[in-house]
């Protein structure tokens, strides 16, 4: 379990963050479960990851990323976008010891602040990326 201190509080306040595996790696291609038009989009860069020298950054659920559509509409490719990660593949274990896993990597577009750019989320929402950013799960149909 890692601890870290969140900038919003005050000095020498932790706030609880349960650990979960960073499975999505600089150069991932994910899929883009929202209905803004984009079908695959490519993580370029992690934003707050610290990782070690020669070490690729890379993403959670929940975690804001830099993105490049690769397949979508002409008005979306070649420019970089905002984008949160919903799902991954690779198990997140709960504090309840429960393993949830799910069949894609996937993420929604989305601004700095958290608004979507898109109106809708298909398929399932992890419950660690809702808690994370509350106007996705406004959006969400499922929060698993």
């Known amino acids: 379990m890692s601890q870290g201190r969140s900038r919003g509080k005050a000095k020498g306040v932790e706030e609880f963050r349960p650990y979960v595996t960073?499975?999505?790696?600089v150069g991932a291609r994910v899929t883009c479960a929202d209905n803004s038009g984009a079908k695959v989009l490519e993580i370029?860069?992690?934003?707050?990851?610290?990782?070690?020298?020669?070490?690729?950054?890379?993403?959670?659920?929940?975690?804001?990323?830099?993105?490049?559509?690769?397949?979508?509409?002409?008005?979306?490719?070649?420019?970089?976008?905002?984008?949160?990660?919903i799902r991954q593949k690779y198990p997140v274990r709960r504090l309840n010891g429960v393993r949830v896993a799910f069949e894609d990597n996937a993420a929604v577009l989305t601004t700095p602040e958290g608004e979507m750019k898109g109106t809708d989320i298909k398929g399932p929402v992890a419950a660690e990326?809702?808690?994370?950013?509350?106007?996705l799960a406004n959006l969400a149909s499922m929060v698993v």
């Open 22 to 25: 960073r499975a999505l790696p």
């Open 44 to 85: 370029i860069m992690v934003q707050k990851a610290k990782t070690r020298v020669s070490r690729l950054p890379a993403a959670a659920v929940g975690d804001y990323v830099n993105v490049v559509v690769k397949k979508g509409p002409a008005e979306l490719r070649k420019q970089v976008h905002g984008a949160v990660i």
């Open 129 to 135: 990326a809702s808690e994370k950013w509350p106007r």
